[in-house]
């Protein structure tokens, strides 16, 4: 069977993933069960993951409870907790480390008492890896930031790296803006946006980097069976859009004004430095998905919004229904 990212993929396999109830981890492990893979998801909650991931994966409180017999092929590493949603106190920087560094040095230390190890291990990281970018078009060969989410991810990336030692191919997987129906950014604009609430934050003029989530997924999966995928790599779509572009296409998609700005000084007063996660200007580029061959389904953002929102082979209507329904409403 070939996958839509063009990779041959005709053998079972047991992949470990962790954070498999995450908007992320949700959406692929549909497609690794689609495609016939063995999911052995652990999560703190087990009973929860299995009421939204339902019967087909197998669910693990620990990772004590796997067998040492059963042989894993492959090991995702996307738990973490939200960075969205709640004041970066100090308390709550210390639950960002833990569920990031914490939890993905005991992955690894348990990698290394295993007998039988996977051949890969792909860990999520974030773009926040750059820090703020201004203009500057950013890829993997760019530095590291200065600040807490770039130090966060990197310390979050040397320990999913130090798999490496124990001869597993590391591929450390830099996730921009993810948008799908389910994603807390756009899930939290809708209702704003539909009420004709949308626009600019601060002058608009940051660059954001976004994925579709089928393109997000893809990557994932070709990170799992194609050796070259190793080291950083952005998961990101080749062209970043400018914050006032993604509010103007979304307002278009759903056929309302996005023309509110909201002041810089008002995020940073009601939201702190979480603030920077909307304001900072980040133009990321997938160079190494590119050089190693990856096809993006989605390439501009307006074409990736419209298939997230629009209903199931709606037609956009023609500058002549377009004017029908200006004169009726």
């Not at 070709?222 to 080291?231: A, I, K, M, V, Y």
């Not at 000084?265 to 590119?290: C, I, N, T, Y």
Request: proline share 5%; net charge positive.
């Amino acid at each position: 069977m070939t996958t839509a990212s063009g990779l041959l993929h005709s053998e079972t396999r047991t992949v470990l993933l962790t954070g498999a109830t995450g908007f992320i981890g949700r959406a692929l492990t549909r497609r690794l069960v689609e495609r016939g893979d063995r999911v052995i998801a652990l999560s703190r909650d087990p009973a929860r993951a299995r009421r939204v991931l339902g019967p087909a994966p197998a669910v693990v409180g620990s990772l004590g409870e796997i067998d040492v017999r059963d042989e894993i092929d492959a090991v995702v590493n996307l738990a973490g907790a939200p960075v969205l949603g709640r004041r970066w106190t100090k308390r709550r920087r210390q639950v960002l480390a833990a569920s990031r560094i914490g939890a993905t040095r005991g992955l690894v230390d348990w990698l290394a008492g295993r007998a039988q190890r996977p051949e890969v291990l792909a860990s999520a990281s974030a773009i926040a890896w750059y820090g703020e970018g201004g203009e500057a078009a950013l890829d993997e060969t760019s530095p590291v930031g200065g600040d807490f989410r770039a130090a966060l991810c990197n310390a979050w990336e040397r320990e999913a790296g130090s798999a490496a030692m124990l001869g597993i191919r590391v591929c450390r997987l830099r996730f921009g803006t993810v948008l799908g129906r389910d994603g807390k950014l756009l899930g939290g604009l809708l209702p704003f946006y539909r009420l004709g609430l949308g626009g600019k934050l601060g002058d608009g003029r940051q660059w954001l980097s976004w994925i579709h989530i089928d393109d997000a997924v893809e990557l994932i999966l070709r990170s799992l069976g194609d050796p070259l995928f190793r080291g950083p790599v952005n998961v990101t779509a080749p062209v970043p859009v400018r914050q006032a572009g993604f509010a103007a296409a979304l307002g278009r998609v759903l056929g309302r004004p996005a023309m509110l700005r909201v002041p810089a000084f008002a995020l940073k007063a009601g939201l702190g430095e979480m603030s920077h996660l909307l304001l900072d200007s980040q133009k990321v580029l997938p160079r190494r998905a590119r050089e190693i061959g990856f096809v993006f389904r989605c390439h501009d953002v307006e074409t990736a919004l419209e298939d997230l929102l629009r209903p199931p082979h709606a037609a956009r209507p023609g500058p002549t229904v377009r004017l029908l329904d200006d004169l009726l409403t």
